[in-house]
């Protein structure tokens, strides 16, 4: 008697797919309009960490024939090369190859003034290198044939560089990290750094003062001394808005690699993104030979598109999209349009959690606006951050309970308390030099307020499980919303695509028309699947 | 999606569609204001005539609390709850007098401070559906029929009925347990039992979704317990529904050994449980609700169309 096969109710009324369909298909027609049509870029493009580096040398001869010698960086661990050009003026250039590491030479007749040029991109990343503690191998011969001796500028030999290991009663040699720390340790710490201070690294460690050369130096020289083989390195420090410098720093061999490492600049282990390895193996900079002057620059841009480049980009030759492109509004306004832009995909999200997934969270938009809040912090931290300040709140409420407050004034003590908690993180912020939580001071405190309540109600009504477990929902739908909120991608697409927000509203039609079954249901009702036979 | 498949074929109403398809689409909100306030809805019963809880004070400001104690004082036994109260929560019962304290939930003595507090807290919306001002109502405490009372530990057990569209489609009791903390509400451990709309006598019974036979306290035998003037309770339920004029409403009820059935509250967003505690998805019976309704359908009629939905599906 039963009809064929129960159908199922459908899972959503026409009228509302259709309308979801037909926003969806508005919003990408138009999207696919100006990507196809006009070639608008998808993708940001501009990548951090991306400079081009220019080296400008100006020699001088008269007549003989000289050369020019310049360390060129190679692609390594941190950064990546290409796109390099030189401008030899009348000279023969040729890269030499050695030891791993490049070198530029200009040959020639050097006559009257030449302008060389070499230009590169480079794109640096930073890198961080294991060091392995405990015993690690002995360095491979060669190596240490290499970088383990003394030379008249890293005098390892020298009765003052031993006198100085002495005092240090480093550990055994076989503990090779530990060596490199303690002496590390010794120069960092003990010797001041100082511009025009001497590089001779004797003289450094004579006049416990050095400039960064020399008090790399000085490491280099008491590591060999160390029995730990290390070398020089030299590079450039590239960072937005100040010009660029030369730097030295020094690297040591261990376990199986080369570890960088600076006294001066303050790492250990790793190589700062700010960081361009030009040559490794030796100070030498830019020299000639057989020439009467020399001088040498280094130009550093950081490429990227600058605001009207990238508004050029996005602005095509089309009247219609050209009036209705936010890349003509004032900057100030496009940042916080940037923002707000983004809110609709959160929302999405939220959207798609609650009514297809179901889980329960702590109020509707609550989770979108802690990760929008969320969204200058790393997200462990941020998290960290906003389940010790609801722990404060929630502590601060059981007391505050005794007193049997009316609630208004209780909320506002609750805020006060989210305040000082969050001027605390910020003064701790402020002391470990970690920025990111010293701009936990710009953390919506309300929000956190709303959140203490909301859990203190939960916790007393239903009990510390159920809101624990909404608490953890709240969080994983916070994670989960977070990386949108911090995509680079996202935020172009939506700044530069506003029409999305009508696609996000198809969707939005979908999501709320849809009447199957959420996740959270099939989980409640999983017993209809199967396990009633087995009770009765 | 196997599971799904199973729900389907049962006919389980899961949260989406009953949003969409029923309370959405038959519960108006210009409505719901008469059901989520509890003051509003005991007025809707009375002018319908139909049993409630005697209203014993009411608080609305803050100043009126002391009058409120004033007359809690006066009082052996009764209910403190908020009148927007959302699940159950911030209901108080007091069962008693010792001297000058109160006899809370689970023998706590309580002050008469502790009291006023807590009608202080409801009053500034802290149980509210939605924070928002409430209003602190002091209400007779029900005695419960004997019959109920056996299988339900320390506190009220209570019997929803689904009403559709003027029709009962399903019905519940739920009975507190010790880890319920005496409340009736089954997301905090209180057992659901379902009850035969044909026979009213309770069928199947789950625990924090798990089905049971016995109650986990007393271990009392759950199943075929019959309510006592099930049929009497049903159309009070429908007539409150229809006082309500909502058109997908869960009414709650509580069996009174001496009035018997009396409306406790009603909810315009009533939960889906209840097909656990019946076995039963709620689909087909609100299909043959829609198939079978018509105008001006008298009460009786209704009554027994309902009764009518329990058997078919009973095979």
Redesign the interface.
């Given at each position: 008697m039963r009809k064929a096969a129960?159908a199922?109710?459908a899972v959503m009324n026409r009228p509302s797919l259709l309308t979801g369909l037909l926003l969806i298909g508005i919003g990408l027609a138009f999207f696919a309009w100006k990507v196809w049509g006009y070639d608008l870029p998808v993708v940001p493009d501009d990548p951090e960490g991306l400079w081009r580096v220019e080296l400008v040398i100006t020699v001088r001869g008269a007549g003989e024939r000289g050369s020019v010698r310049a360390p060129l960086p190679s692609s390594g661990p941190g950064q990546i090369v290409y796109d390099e050009h030189s401008a030899a003026d009348r000279l023969r250039f040729e890269i030499r190859r050695e030891e791993g590491q490049r070198t530029g030479i200009w040959r020639g007749r050097l006559r009257d003034i030449h302008e060389i040029s070499h230009g590169f991109q480079v794109q640096l990343s930073g890198a961080r290198m294991e060091v392995p503690g405990g015993r690690v191998e002995g360095p491979p011969a060669d190596i240490l044939r290499l970088y383990g001796g003394p030379t008249p500028r890293f005098p390892a030999d020298a009765p003052e560089t031993f006198a100085v290991l002495e005092s240090l009663s480093l550990p055994p040699p076989a503990e090779v990290t530990a060596r490199l720390r303690s002496i590390f340790a010794l120069v960092n710490h003990e010797i001041e750094d100082a511009e025009q201070a001497s590089e001779d690294a004797l003289i450094v460690l004579a006049n416990r003062e050095g400039s960064e050369r020399g008090k790399a130096g000085l490491l280099v020289t008491l590591l060999r001394a160390a029995g730990i083989p290390a070398r020089p390195v030299t590079g450039l420090w590239l960072q937005r808005g100040t010009p660029v410098t030369e730097a030295s720093w020094a690297e040591a061999w261990v376990g199986d690699q080369w570890v960088p490492l600076s006294p001066s600049l303050n790492f250990f282990g790793r190589l700062p993104e700010e960081l361009l390895v030009l040559h490794a193996g030796s100070f030498e900079g830019v020299t000639a030979v057989g020439a009467e002057a020399i001088s040498y620059r280094y130009h550093a841009l950081r490429e990227r598109l600058s605001p009207e480049e990238l508004a050029a980009l996005m602005m095509p030759p089309n009247p219609l999209l050209q009036a209705l492109s936010l890349y003509r509004l004032p900057v100030a306004t496009q940042a916080a349009l940037r923002a707000l832009l983004l809110l609709p995909l959160g929302a999405l999200f939220m959207a798609m959690f609650r009514?297809l997934v179901?889980l329960p969270t702590y109020g509707t938009f609550l989770p979108v606006l802690i990760a929008f809040a969320l969204r200058d912090f790393p997200l462990a931290l941020g998290l960290g951050l906003v389940t010790g300040v609801i722990g404060v709140g929630v502590l601060g409420r059981l007391v505050l309970e005794r007193l049997?407050l009316?609630?208004?004034p209780r909320l506002s003590i609750l805020m006060c308390m989210v305040v000082l908690a969050v001027t605390a993180l910020a003064l701790l912020g402020g002391t470990t030099e970690n920025r990111n939580l010293f701009a936990g001071v710009l953390f919506p405190i309300v929000i956190l307020t709303m959140l203490v309540e909301r859990f203190s109600?939960v916790l007393a009504?239903?009990?510390t499980r159920?809101a624990l477990v909404r608490g953890l929902y709240s969080l994983v739908v916070v994670a989960a919303i977070y990386p949108v909120f911090q995509s680079r991608t996202a935020e172009h697409l939506m700044f530069g695509f506003p029409e999305l927000v009508i696609a996000v509203m198809g969707w939005l039609v979908l999501i709320g028309?849809?009447?199957?079954?959420?996740v959270?249901?099939?989980v409640?009702?999983?017993?209809?699947?199967?396990?009633?036979r087995?009770?009765? | 999606m196997s599971i799904a498949r199973a729900l389907r074929e049962a006919g389980v109403l899961g949260i989406n569609r009953r949003n969409a398809s029923y309370t959405l689409r038959w519960n108006p909100r210009g409505l719901h204001p008469g059901v989520d306030d509890k003051l509003q809805t005991k007025r809707l019963c009375e002018q319908a005539g139909i049993p409630s809880p005697k209203l014993l004070a009411v608080a609305r400001h803050h100043f009126e609390l002391r009058e409120l104690s004033r007359s809690l004082m006066r009082l052996e036994d009764f209910v403190l709850k908020p009148a927007r109260g959302a699940m159950g929560n911030g209901i108080l019962v007091v069962r008693g007098r010792e001297g000058e304290r109160f006899v809370g939930p689970g023998h706590r003595p309580l002050a008469l401070d502790d009291l006023t507090y807590h009608a202080a807290s409801i009053i500034s919306g802290l149980y509210a559906l939605a924070g928002q001002p409430d209003q602190a109502m002091v209400e007779e405490r029900l005695r419960v029929h004997p019959t109920l009372a056996e299988i339900a530990t320390d506190g009220v057990p209570d019997i929803r009925v689904i009403i559709y569209r003027g029709v009962p489609v399903m019905a519940m009791t739920r009975l507190p347990t010790r880890r319920s903390g005496g409340r009736a509400n089954i997301h905090q451990g209180a057992v659901a039992a379902g009850i035969d709309l044909r026979t009213g006598r309770t069928a199947h019974a789950v625990l924090e979704g798990r089905a049971v036979a016995r109650h986990p306290d007393s271990g009392h035998n759950l199943m075929g317990r019959e309510i006592p003037g099930f049929a009497a309770l049903l159309e009070i339920a429908v007539r409150a529904g229809d006082a309500s004029q909502l058109g997908y409403v869960g009414v709650d009820l509580v069996l009174d050994a001496n009035r018997g059935p009396v409306i406790l509250e009603m909810n315009a967003r009533p939960g889906l449980a209840i097909q656990l505690a019946n076995r039963k998805g709620l689909l087909p019976r609100l299909d043959a609700v829609d198939a079978w309704w018509k105008p001006h359908r008298s009460l009786e009629e209704r009554v027994a169309f309902g009764a009518s939905l329990g058997a078919s599906r009973a095979k």
């Amino acid at each position: 008697m039963r009809k064929a096969a129960p159908a199922g109710p459908a899972v959503m009324n026409r009228p509302s797919l259709l309308t979801g369909l037909l926003l969806i298909g508005i919003g990408l027609a138009f999207f696919a309009w100006k990507v196809w049509g006009y070639d608008l870029p998808v993708v940001p493009d501009d990548p951090e960490g991306l400079w081009r580096v220019e080296l400008v040398i100006t020699v001088r001869g008269a007549g003989e024939r000289g050369s020019v010698r310049a360390p060129l960086p190679s692609s390594g661990p941190g950064q990546i090369v290409y796109d390099e050009h030189s401008a030899a003026d009348r000279l023969r250039f040729e890269i030499r190859r050695e030891e791993g590491q490049r070198t530029g030479i200009w040959r020639g007749r050097l006559r009257d003034i030449h302008e060389i040029s070499h230009g590169f991109q480079v794109q640096l990343s930073g890198a961080r290198m294991e060091v392995p503690g405990g015993r690690v191998e002995g360095p491979p011969a060669d190596i240490l044939r290499l970088y383990g001796g003394p030379t008249p500028r890293f005098p390892a030999d020298a009765p003052e560089t031993f006198a100085v290991l002495e005092s240090l009663s480093l550990p055994p040699p076989a503990e090779v990290t530990a060596r490199l720390r303690s002496i590390f340790a010794l120069v960092n710490h003990e010797i001041e750094d100082a511009e025009q201070a001497s590089e001779d690294a004797l003289i450094v460690l004579a006049n416990r003062e050095g400039s960064e050369r020399g008090k790399a130096g000085l490491l280099v020289t008491l590591l060999r001394a160390a029995g730990i083989p290390a070398r020089p390195v030299t590079g450039l420090w590239l960072q937005r808005g100040t010009p660029v410098t030369e730097a030295s720093w020094a690297e040591a061999w261990v376990g199986d690699q080369w570890v960088p490492l600076s006294p001066s600049l303050n790492f250990f282990g790793r190589l700062p993104e700010e960081l361009l390895v030009l040559h490794a193996g030796s100070f030498e900079g830019v020299t000639a030979v057989g020439a009467e002057a020399i001088s040498y620059r280094y130009h550093a841009l950081r490429e990227r598109l600058s605001p009207e480049e990238l508004a050029a980009l996005m602005m095509p030759p089309n009247p219609l999209l050209q009036a209705l492109s936010l890349y003509r509004l004032p900057v100030a306004t496009q940042a916080a349009l940037r923002a707000l832009l983004l809110l609709p995909l959160g929302a999405l999200f939220m959207a798609m959690f609650r009514n297809l997934v179901g889980l329960p969270t702590y109020g509707t938009f609550l989770p979108v606006l802690i990760a929008f809040a969320l969204r200058d912090f790393p997200l462990a931290l941020g998290l960290g951050l906003v389940t010790g300040v609801i722990g404060v709140g929630v502590l601060g409420r059981l007391v505050l309970e005794r007193l049997r407050l009316l609630m208004v004034p209780r909320l506002s003590i609750l805020m006060c308390m989210v305040v000082l908690a969050v001027t605390a993180l910020a003064l701790l912020g402020g002391t470990t030099e970690n920025r990111n939580l010293f701009a936990g001071v710009l953390f919506p405190i309300v929000i956190l307020t709303m959140l203490v309540e909301r859990f203190s109600i939960v916790l007393a009504e239903e009990g510390t499980r159920e809101a624990l477990v909404r608490g953890l929902y709240s969080l994983v739908v916070v994670a989960a919303i977070y990386p949108v909120f911090q995509s680079r991608t996202a935020e172009h697409l939506m700044f530069g695509f506003p029409e999305l927000v009508i696609a996000v509203m198809g969707w939005l039609v979908l999501i709320g028309a849809y009447t199957g079954y959420r996740v959270t249901d099939l989980v409640r009702f999983r017993a209809f699947g199967s396990r009633w036979r087995e009770a009765s | 999606m196997s599971i799904a498949r199973a729900l389907r074929e049962a006919g389980v109403l899961g949260i989406n569609r009953r949003n969409a398809s029923y309370t959405l689409r038959w519960n108006p909100r210009g409505l719901h204001p008469g059901v989520d306030d509890k003051l509003q809805t005991k007025r809707l019963c009375e002018q319908a005539g139909i049993p409630s809880p005697k209203l014993l004070a009411v608080a609305r400001h803050h100043f009126e609390l002391r009058e409120l104690s004033r007359s809690l004082m006066r009082l052996e036994d009764f209910v403190l709850k908020p009148a927007r109260g959302a699940m159950g929560n911030g209901i108080l019962v007091v069962r008693g007098r010792e001297g000058e304290r109160f006899v809370g939930p689970g023998h706590r003595p309580l002050a008469l401070d502790d009291l006023t507090y807590h009608a202080a807290s409801i009053i500034s919306g802290l149980y509210a559906l939605a924070g928002q001002p409430d209003q602190a109502m002091v209400e007779e405490r029900l005695r419960v029929h004997p019959t109920l009372a056996e299988i339900a530990t320390d506190g009220v057990p209570d019997i929803r009925v689904i009403i559709y569209r003027g029709v009962p489609v399903m019905a519940m009791t739920r009975l507190p347990t010790r880890r319920s903390g005496g409340r009736a509400n089954i997301h905090q451990g209180a057992v659901a039992a379902g009850i035969d709309l044909r026979t009213g006598r309770t069928a199947h019974a789950v625990l924090e979704g798990r089905a049971v036979a016995r109650h986990p306290d007393s271990g009392h035998n759950l199943m075929g317990r019959e309510i006592p003037g099930f049929a009497a309770l049903l159309e009070i339920a429908v007539r409150a529904g229809d006082a309500s004029q909502l058109g997908y409403v869960g009414v709650d009820l509580v069996l009174d050994a001496n009035r018997g059935p009396v409306i406790l509250e009603m909810n315009a967003r009533p939960g889906l449980a209840i097909q656990l505690a019946n076995r039963k998805g709620l689909l087909p019976r609100l299909d043959a609700v829609d198939a079978w309704w018509k105008p001006h359908r008298s009460l009786e009629e209704r009554v027994a169309f309902g009764a009518s939905l329990g058997a078919s599906r009973a095979k």
